[in-house]
């Protein structure tokens, strides 16, 4: 079957510099990404030296102040350079949109002197982050967590267990939502702290093993007793699950980046193979039904980056965006799950064999369906902004 090259995306930027950025990004995309991407998958291995070489690179901190050592980008700018790293492997671009939101409590509700202290080495020293919201026990239901954050003397002890935490066990750092009131307190006595990676009584659990993202660790980190100073809180006691539900606003444009990311590199495989596949003849495009296949599959790709660039200039303008992440994360990741099936489907048995990327990115598109709030949740939030709370 004959290569086809697979042409960039036409993307709409706002900057000579933005351009000049996505070409870097497009580069090691293709040259440092995409070539290891099955092999590593398939390893389960985390290519942690590449997260050096985009930390070194500058792209561990697009959306986030220069003055810290961000990019200064806008989110517009900062998700289309998540796509193209999603495009090349989901490992990739989900761990810098999941390093982005570690960063964000810091960021946006950090003193003066906690930004100064840390948000240098978090944005561009080799440093990666990991976010602990979840537990066993609170997914969706995030505001009934247990992990508890007590004082003492000058500090706090954490215990408890969080769970589902991509780089759990290998991150430098970790922004924790722990229970600081008392029973009952629910929402209004969550707190965020900033736990160093290494702390005493910080220990992980044996990865999860899943169906996909097999490269990216996901685990259980349990908090035995750990010390943190009152310098290490980020905004003011209770404020925690406002700091956390603010971070997801942001955190779901990335996984609609992410999902399609993962989408236009099914559709590229599927075009590939359509052009180049002979069936009677004739290339197996030519075929009606393969044809309007493809249609669809483009315009869901082009519908859903429409949408996530949309609700991320309202965000850089500063105006509300809640409603439109949510519904970008929820057309997005359905979108790339559809996608990503209907490219399985396009090359047949090919496509059900790893020899050909389309059954990975299957795998992984099932998960964006999943992780910062599931599809359903989405539902409710978009629904909330249209009709209110629900009754009780």
């Known amino acids: 079957m004959p290569e086809r090259a697979v042409q960039p995306v036409d993307r709409q930027l706002p ?198 993202m097999k490269g990216s660790p996901t685990a259980q980190l349990h908090f035995d007793g750990v010390r943190v100073a009152d310098s290490r809180r980020i905004g003011e006691e209770g404020q925690g699950f406002a700091i956390a539900l603010s971070a997801l606003d942001s955190g779901r444009l990335g996984i609609a980046a992410c999902a399609i990311g993962v989408a236009q590199a099914a559709l590229d495989e599927a075009v590939a193979y359509a052009t180049g596949r002979q069936q009677f003849g004739r290339p197996i495009s030519d075929f009606q039904g393969l044809r309007f296949m493809l249609a669809d599959m483009a315009t869901q790709v082009e519908a859903g980056r429409a949408l996530y660039l949309s609700a991320a200039r309202l965000r850089d303008a500063g105006r509300p965006f809640s409603k439109q992440a949510a519904m970008a994360k929820l057309l997005c990741t359905d979108a790339a799950m559809k996608v990503t099936t209907d490219a399985v489907q396009i090359l047949g048995g090919y496509g059900y064999t790893a020899d050909f990327p389309v059954e990975r990115y299957m795998r992984e598109a099932k998960v964006l369906q999943i992780v910062e709030g599931t599809n359903q949740i989405q539902r409710m939030v978009i629904a909330r902004h249209l009709a209110g709370p629900e009754s009780r």
């Open 15 to 212: 900057t000579e510099e933005a351009r000049d950025l996505i070409s870097l990004v497009r580069e090691i995309a293709q040259r440092e990404i995409a070539p290891h991407a099955a092999a590593e998958e398939d390893a389960g291995r985390f290519p942690r030296e590449l997260f050096g070489l985009l930390s070194e690179s500058g792209l561990l901190g697009l959306p986030y102040d220069a003055e810290h050592g961000g990019g200064g980008q806008p989110y517009e700018v900062y998700l289309q350079a998540l796509e193209e790293l999603a495009m090349a492997r989901l490992t990739v671009g989900l761990g810098v949109s999941v390093h982005t939101l570690a960063c964000h409590a810091l960021a946006d509700y950090g003193t003066k002197e906690q930004r100064a202290e840390h948000l240098p080495a978090m944005l561009g020293g080799r440093l990666l982050g990991a976010y602990c919201l979840s537990e066993p026990s609170s997914g969706s239901d995030a505001a009934s967590l247990r992990t508890k954050a007590v004082r003492d003397g000058e500090g706090w002890v954490i215990s408890g267990t969080k769970a589902w935490i991509t780089h759990g066990g290998i991150a430098d750092f970790c922004t924790v939502m722990a229970r600081t009131g008392g029973e009952g307190s629910g929402s209004r006595g969550i707190t965020a702290f900033l736990v160093p990676g290494d702390a005493a009584g910080l220990s992980a659990a044996a990865p999860e093993k899943k169906m996909g």
